[in-house]
């Protein structure tokens, strides 16, 4: 079944007619339960299509949700959970209260009001925290609030913007994945919006790449990493050696993405080709190579892993898996 | 056609937004820039026809040049020595956190919201005539200045002291691991930062200070006087409105270009550091506690000795005696059909004008607010300025512009109305100033998280907007009822016989002959003072739970 459809949307958020808007999807389907990261770089109109759907940016074209036209729906009544970035806790309010502003604008009594407010923030591991006040809590605290009080009104589609991004890098990992559960559990369709590819990854069932305001990628988190369509895509999802195939001696035009994990560093006279190392640095438990390769017709720069320290300057030999290279 | 259901915005129409505008436009217009325009149009052209006849009478008289040349010199005298006396409880305050801190923190805001006439007879208690020191010291320079000091410190404090709380300690430490001493660090690293922030409140030291009436008209004589009583002076007394109209057209000059300092340091201030405040250290040491000790007990001392002296004057009866013979006065004298003082009426009308003015002044000044938070850029800017003019305009001043001018289109000078709408015009700025940076602060995402979360656009203005803007509107409403009720310059232009306010009566009982008046007006003052200081008490209680400070 499908959650969320989208057609022909145009944002133009007062760009004039004529010039490319801000946003253009002429289609997108999201089924029901999935869970979808939006990636790209910053401007690329990630905001704009969450922003869009929750109708408080004006579009043209057509928005549905579990199969109903929202286009003439005011925001408050279009049941969608939006979770901002700065997570826009009302600071005049205690935790309780925060969470339970939905369900107080909706008219359910004080009882049903405290129970959910105990589920919820039981739910977000925050029991307890009902009497505090906002301006004492952590960023990771402040976050668990603002999406219990998301969840409180049981939207139809969730949308997090940047959900984890004015956080310390520490807690979003573990923040990261106590999202991912609980929207499993709940089953709720998840539109994630983030910049940063280990986000997306680590939240998504699919990823949907957009670059200045148009879908370029769309899938599974695999395939856009073993199959990505284009050179930025690539680089968004990670993949830092997308060369020229001449550069590597392959038997054909163009570009393509060499996966670092897929290339061997070996004594300068076993490899494929040879290559200079200008820089080694160590991450994640292996070094990063960065190879500078010559050839006769054109000169690349490669990145490539190895579980040895190797002195910048040497001389070394390049070996790759043909089969694991990605034309684009 | 893009749908547009978007807007979260609280002010959707565009007709709202002329409106919000147009209606502070209006009230001020008529009742600030209109009364100016007829005070400076009196002063060109007393007869109709501009002239410099009476111009050059001003300039001649050798008194009015030695009142100019006295009123300028003691302002500057006044502003640096509470510049001095305030940067050491500033540093306190910026640099430290100490037990009592919130405590101290509103005896600073105490002289500044109290009137000028208790300021006055607090000092009139200490050294004039019937003095607790048995010199009587009127009439000096030395008095009026250590009043003004006392009056205005809490600007130097507050104003300098949250600017310096914004510098990073990081950038002295780092001076001091450059091999600087301390001294060279305050003097090369310190002072320099801090610059624009003393200089901007020097600059309104000295403005209130160059238009100084209450303190002056108690403490002075008639040489030992400023502009602003001469202007009160001579419409009042001589009856030479022309000469009034024209030294306040000199002193709004004068106003001008001190405010234009002013603007230009304040915006530097706002060039501020972004710094991430640390909770504030205890200070270290025997050396560090010593120091902050003697900072915050001189302050204590300066703002605690002259009003602690007028509460124990109080107490001592005209006999001799120590009892509430002067609080008993206050009756006694309302009773006596004799006196034509009714201190018991002044209270009750106090009371009445203070809820009035302040009503006004929370009202046209939120809609200011509203104004300045929602609409473009440019608007605000330019209004900002014109909103903020009566703060720096003298209250003597905006009493004789109603005199001069309201008998248009109806005659307004009589009534009784023109009371709490001078008070509210001199509140409006303050109650601007404490609203906007609330209202503007409500971040559209909390509105849109609102919307998202089922409220309507009538429940988005209910739950969200006017719960934060309450309590602002709160603290600014108990600021207006203070300004109110301790209003002396414009209420004495237009104030009538059977309408006295408190400082009217308090003034009107000190030029009487006798203890028993005096002893009256001393009790008077401290019903003020504690009625003010309730209002401060009430201010700092609405503030409690606000993240931003004042």
């Known amino acids: 079944m499908v959650s969320l459809s989208v057609s022909d949307l145009i944002v133009r958020a007062g760009r004039p007619v004529g010039t490319p808007p801000v946003l253009h999807i002429p289609h997108l389907e999201i089924d029901d339960r999935q869970r979808v990261a939006v990636m790209g770089p910053s401007g690329s109109g990630k905001s704009t299509l969450l922003r869009a759907i929750a109708g408080i940016m004006p579009y043209s074209g057509s928005i549905s949700i579990l199969g109903r036209v929202v286009d003439d729906l005011p925001p408050h009544r279009r049941r969608v959970g939006f979770m901002f970035q700065d997570f826009a806790l009302f600071p005049h309010m205690d935790v309780g209260q925060n969470v339970a502003y939905g369900l107080r604008i909706a008219g359910a009594d004080q009882a049903h009001q405290r129970d959910e407010i105990e589920r919820l923030l039981d739910l977000v591991g925050l029991d307890g925290f009902g009497g505090r006040r906002i301006d004492n809590l952590s960023g990771g605290e402040q976050q668990r609030v603002a999406l219990a009080r998301t969840l409180a009104v049981d939207p139809d589609v969730l949308l997090l913007d940047e959900p984890l991004g004015s956080l310390d890098v520490a807690l979003r990992e573990s923040l990261l994945d106590e999202i991912r559960h609980i929207v499993e559990q709940l089953e709720t369709t998840t539109i994630y919006v983030t910049h940063d590819r280990t986000e997306a990854f680590g939240f998504a069932e699919r990823i949907i790449v957009l670059e200045d305001g148009a879908v370029t990628a769309d899938g599974t988190p695999s395939d856009l990493w073993s199959q990505p369509p284009s050179a930025s895509v690539a680089r968004l999802v990670g993949h830092r050696n997308i060369i020229d195939a001449t550069a590597i001696g392959l038997g054909h035009e163009g570009q393509v993405v060499v996966p670092a994990s897929s290339i061997v560093v070996t004594e300068p006279d076993e490899g494929r080709l040879v290559g200079h190392v200008t820089d080694c640095t160590f991450d994640d438990g292996v070094y990063l190579v960065e190879l500078r390769l010559g050839t006769e017709t054109a000169a690349a720069r490669l990145v490539a892993r190895s579980t040895s320290r190797i002195t910048p300057g040497s001389a070394v030999g390049v070996t790759f898996d043909e089969s694991r290279t990605t034309r684009i | ?550």
């Open chain 2, 1 to 550: 056609m893009d749908i547009d259901r978007t807007r979260v915005g609280p002010i959707t129409s565009r007709w709202a937004r002329v409106a919000l505008v147009a209606v502070p436009l209006l009230f001020l217009g008529y009742f600030f820039v209109y009364p100016l325009v007829s005070i400076t149009w009196r002063g060109i052209a007393p007869d109709g026809v501009p002239q410099l006849g009476v111009l050059t009478e001003v300039f001649r008289d050798p008194a009015l040049r030695s009142i100019a040349w006295f009123t300028t010199w003691q302002a500057a005298v006044s502003t640096a020595v509470t510049v001095l006396v305030g940067l050491p409880a500033a540093w306190a305050f910026a640099r430290f956190s100490f037990p009592g801190k919130r405590v101290l923190e509103a005896v600073t805001l105490v002289p500044f919201v109290l009137p000028t006439l208790v300021v006055g007879t607090a000092f009139l208690a200490l050294a004039g005539p019937r003095g607790a020191l048995g010199v009587d010291l009127t009439g000096t320079a030395a008095l009026i200045i250590i009043a003004h000091v006392f009056y205005n410190y809490a600007i130097v404090v507050r104003g300098v002291g949250s600017f310096w709380a914004t510098l990073p300690p990081d950038i002295t430490e780092a001076a001091t691991t450059l091999g600087a001493s301390r001294w060279t660090v305050f003097r090369t690293v310190t002072l320099p930062m801090l610059r624009p922030a003393i200089a901007s409140s020097a600059a309104l030291v000295f403005l209130f200070s160059f238009t100084s009436f209450g303190v002056v008209l108690l403490l002075g004589d008639l040489n030992s006087t400023t502009i602003e009583v001469e202007i009160w002076r001579q419409a009042t007394a001589f009856l030479r409105i022309d000469i009034a109209a024209t030294l306040a057209v000199l002193q709004l000059l004068g106003v001008a270009a001190i405010l234009t300092l002013y603007g230009r340091f304040q915006r530097r201030t706002a060039v501020a550091f972004r710094h991430r405040a640390a909770p504030l250290p205890r200070p270290i040491g025997r050396t560090q506690w010593a120091a902050v000790g003697l900072a915050l007990g001189s302050m204590v001392a300066v703002i605690g000795i002259p009003l602690g002296l007028l509460v124990v004057r109080s107490l001592v009866e005209p006999n001799g005696g120590i009892g509430f013979d002067n609080y008993r006065a206050i009756a006694e004298l309302s009773a006596s059909s004799g006196a034509f003082i009714d201190p018991v009426l002044a209270i009750r009308n106090s009371l009445v004008f203070a809820v009035v003015a302040m009503t006004i002044a929370v009202v046209i000044g939120s809609v200011a607010s509203a104004a300045l938070s929602y609409t473009s850029r440019r608007v605000a800017s330019a209004f900002d300025t014109f909103v903020m003019l009566p703060l720096g305009t003298s209250a003597v001043t905006i009493g004789f512009g109603f005199l001069i001018a309201l008998d248009w289109p109806f005659d307004l000078r009589a009534s009784v109305a023109l009371i709490p709408i001078a008070h509210a015009l001199i509140a409006i700025p303050f109650v601007v100033r404490t609203t906007t940076p609330t209202m503007s602060s409500i971040d559209n995402s909390l509105r849109a998280a609102a919307t998202t979360l089922g409220a309507s656009p009538g429940i988005v203005w209910r739950t969200i907007d006017l719960p934060i803007i309450a309590r602002v509107a709160a603290v600014s409403g108990a600021f207006a009822f203070a300004i109110s009720m301790g209003e002396f310059g414009a209420t004495a232009f237009i104030t009538r016989p059977d309408t006295p306010t408190i400082p009217i009566a308090i003034f009107r009982l000190l030029g009487q002959p006798g203890g028993t008046p005096f002893g009256a007006a001393i009790a008077m003052s401290v019903v003020l003072m504690m009625i003010t200081a309730g209002a401060i008490v009430a201010i700092e209680s609405f503030r409690t739970g606000r993240r931003d400070a004042w």
